[in-house]
């Protein structure tokens, strides 16, 4: 109780300082601002934290068995401390057959051998510790894989207290075939078990069957999970599908539009804290704004943090068009969140891009543009394509990046971004952006030895392994390796981002964003050209004298006129970062 105590203050002294800031003026002398209380910021470490989510069987091969390990994850830890990494996040780890790259679990409490042993996970937890990386893991309760013990009694043994853990009908329900999650692939929702003699329900592939979630015995073994997790060290668990974990599923309901325990949420949120205060929940759960309250709880009681799924859409909305409407309109809609909360900001991650919350005219554009092929489209709503090759332009991905570091929210980017590495549409589905670690151009881009890897890198084309790998851009200055580790120091340096209160400044066009961060006393100007076309602007700020725009990229400085208005001229796919001083 005395924890929960603890951070409840901690969340309104949070809100305090952020409440404040919104009324606090530019301070009239260059000074730093007051220093936090170091639980403080302890406490709400995700505000401002740059997470590296990582596939540990594709990212490097210690044992020359063509799998990437724990080992290999160990070794190249000091690559990510250069490249300003402070969370990694680890898809799943646990054993599997490995029908849904991992997803499909059927041991949660254990690490498949494939990539190493006990041991190896935790040294590779004590090295992380040592250079100040916390490690967060996917939390995939939603389902499990058919290979699961549970599941095999279930089927079993219709007396079996596991039977009650998975949801059954004995007729095939009316909605068998609505509310699939991947339309064009996946058949159906309910599937006919033979031993069993009933149907099972999975929102998944037919190999993993939802557990039933109302039981309170899967309840209770879902916290013996998730402490056995946060006793091994780990900061925290993106939660999988959170939608789904939290619907009331039953034979007669309806799919597409189900009832959730939203209550379920809120008490995983204080599991969690009472065991690890500064432990958190990122939540994945593509909503659309008006439902996304209840998922970070009143008083920020909920997931700490969620992927922003709908300004991610708009923001490739807005680089395939150039046009910034609908991204501030959408940025404007999910500004309402608690201030304990953060979004997390994403470019690319292990999925398709999800577009299915555009109109079908915005998303064919999108298509039009990024994804033109059928085989670059997938589940009737997103692409399958990794960022670099989708956007071409090293101006427009350039662009891209500073976007990311400087959206409101937490960033997270996917390995091998960091690179522009490339996809490999003949791979199915998802697998496409989930080929190995590109690290130089030995065999296999120095991802394994082996004389076969577990996924074939990718060795044709413009993002061939010889010609995109980690060495070659350790070398080039220019490189976008380099230019992502600049922008990540930079964005260090700038905790308006993470803490501050942020507005879109209006810059009268349809092409260029402009947001505004005030914290304790500071501001940041971040301003972007969408456009392949310069761009000169007239922006307003604070009308106040002798104040002056510091350009933190091209280390300038310009004066603001006293009337507060300043102009801007920005190459095409310009991007600035003032920060404004007297």
């Known amino acids: 109780m005395k924890k929960i105590i603890l951070f409840l203050g901690i969340c309104l002294l949070a809100s305090c ?87 499909d679990t059927s041991d949660f409490y254990g690490i498949d051998p494939r990539l190493g042993t006990p041991q190896d996970f935790t040294d590779f937890m004590n090295q992380a510790s040592q250079r100040g990386i916390r490690v967060m893991m996917d939390l995939v309760t939603n389902h499990t894989s058919d290979q699961h013990p549970w599941f095999q009694q279930a089927r079993r043994q219709k007396d ?23 339309p064009g692939v996946q058949k159906s929702v309910w599937s006919y078990d033979s031993l069993a003699g009933e149907y099972y329900y999975h929102r998944f592939y037919e190999s993993q069957p939802d557990l ?8 209770r073994e879902m916290r013996k999970v998730i402490r056995y997790w946060l006793d091994k060290g780990v900061a925290g668990f993106r939660v999988d599908a959170v939608p789904f974990l939290i619907e009331v599923a039953t034979p007669d309901f309806d799919p597409d539009k189900p009832q959730h325990q939203f209550d379920m949420i809120t008490q995983l949120h204080q599991y969690v804290q009472w065991h690890k205060r500064d432990a958190i929940l990122l939540g994945e759960a593509n909503v659309d704004p008006k439902e996304q309250e209840p998922y970070f ?58 577009l299915g919350r555009l109109s079908d005219e915005e998303r064919g554009k999108v298509y039009a543009k990024f994804g033109p092929d059928s085989s670059m489209q997938l589940y009737d ?19 891209a990046y500073s976007l990311l570091f400087s959206l409101p929210g937490m960033p997270v980017i996917r390995y091998g971004e960091e690179i522009g590495m490339g996809d490999d549409l003949s791979l199915e589905e998802r697998l496409s952006v989930r080929t190995p670690m590109q690290w130089s151009n030995k065999i296999h881009g120095g991802f394994s030895e082996a004389a076969k890897a577990v996924r074939p890198v990718i060795s044709a084309g413009p993002y061939r392994y010889s010609t995109v790998n980690v060495a070659a851009q350790q070398a080039d200055s220019a490189s976008l390796l380099n230019h992502i580790t600049r922008l990540s120091s930079l964005r260090k340096q700038c905790p308006e981002v993470g803490w501050g209160k942020w507005e879109i400044i209006d810059t009268k066009s349809p092409h260029v964003l402009a947001i505004r ?19 000169q602007n ?17 280390k300038s400085e310009k004066q603001i006129g006293a009337d507060g208005n300043f102009s801007v001229d920005l190459p095409a796919y310009g991007f600035k970062w003032y920060r404004v001083k007297k």
Do not use: C
């Not at 009324?23 to 470490?45: G, H, M, S």
């Not at 709880?297 to 807005?318: D, I, P, R």
């Not at 709503?381 to 662009?399: E, H, Q, S, T």
């Open 212 to 219: 039933n979630m109302q039981n309170p015995a899967v309840q």
């Open 297 to 354: 709880g009143k008083e920020g009681q909920g997931m700490q943090t969620m992927f922003n799924f709908f300004a991610n859409q708009h923001l490739f909305y807005a680089l395939a068009t150039t046009e910034v409407s609908t991204l501030k309109k959408a940025l404007n809609e999910t500004k309402s969140i608690p201030p304990t909360a953060q979004w997390a900001t994403f470019l690319r991650n292990h999925d398709e891009i999800d």
């Open 381 to 399: 709503r997103g692409i399958r394509r990794r960022l670099a090759p989708m956007l071409g332009d090293p101006r427009l991905i350039k662009l």
């Open 17 to 103: 300082r952020q409440t404040t800031s919104e009324t606090e003026k530019p301070e009239t002398t260059v000074a730093p601002p007051a220093p936090l209380p170091t639980d403080f910021i302890e406490e709400l470490w995700y505000k401002n934290s740059l997470v590296y989510s990582v596939d540990v069987e594709v990212f490097k091969d210690s044992d020359k068995d063509g799998v990437g390990d724990f080992r290999g994850m160990s070794q190249q830890l000091d690559y990510l401390k250069k490249l300003g990494v402070e969370t990694i996040w680890l898809a799943p780890f646990q054993p599997t057959p490995n029908l849904d790259d991992g997803y």
């Open 517 to 535: 961060y005030n914290w304790q006393g500071r501001s940041l100007v971040m301003i972007h050209n969408f456009s392949p076309q310069p761009q």
């Open 538 to 554: 007239q922006l307003h700020t604070d009308p106040k004298a002798g104040l002056k725009l510091v350009d933190l990229l091209a």
């Open 160 to 182: 079996s207290p596991y039977r009650s853990w998975y949801v059954w009908s004995k007729e095939r329900p009316e909605k068998w075939n609505t509310g699939m999650v991947f």
